[in-house]
């Protein structure tokens, strides 16, 4: 049974940081695209980040480049998002999905298979 779980979400100030964490059980393939998204209240989900677990290639939303960071802990089976420089903008309810395989282009959440219930985090100005 595949299970993905987020924590590391909470409140914080502008400008202020945050790591989410995502530990994926069940998900045995070596290669995997893990990846996270968000949604904001009345807003779509969108992508923020993905990660090929067989390699280094990482993808960023343009509203997210340089300032987070994705990255994993393979022995771990987990995957991170390190957050700098939030802003109000990023407050929504954060995902963790998964997909064997590559990473697709373009965040389409039709390309993974597995998520997470989710985390929340608020940026106050």
């Known amino acids: 049974q595949v299970q993905l779980v987020e924590s590391g979400g909470g409140s914080v100030q502008a400008g202020g940081s945050l790591r989410l964490s995502c530990i994926a059980s069940g998900v045995t393939y070596p290669g995997k695209c893990m990846a996270w998204f968000r949604q904001a209240p009345g807003k779509e989900r969108e992508g923020v980040a993905s990660?090929?677990?067989?390699?280094?290639?990482?993808d960023y939303a343009d509203s997210v480049k340089g300032r987070f960071t994705i990255s994993q802990d393979y022995a771990k089976n987990t995957v991170y998002l390190q957050m700098n420089t939030l802003v109000s903008e990023d407050t929504a309810m954060y995902y963790c999905?998964?997909?064997?395989?590559?990473?697709?282009?373009?965040?389409?959440?039709?390309?993974?298979?597995?998520w997470g219930q989710g985390t929340q985090v608020t940026v106050s100005s």
């Open positions: 999905a998964a997909a064997v395989g590559h990473c697709f282009r373009g965040f389409q959440m039709r390309d993974y298979t597995y």
């Open positions: 990660l090929y677990t067989g390699g280094t290639a990482a």
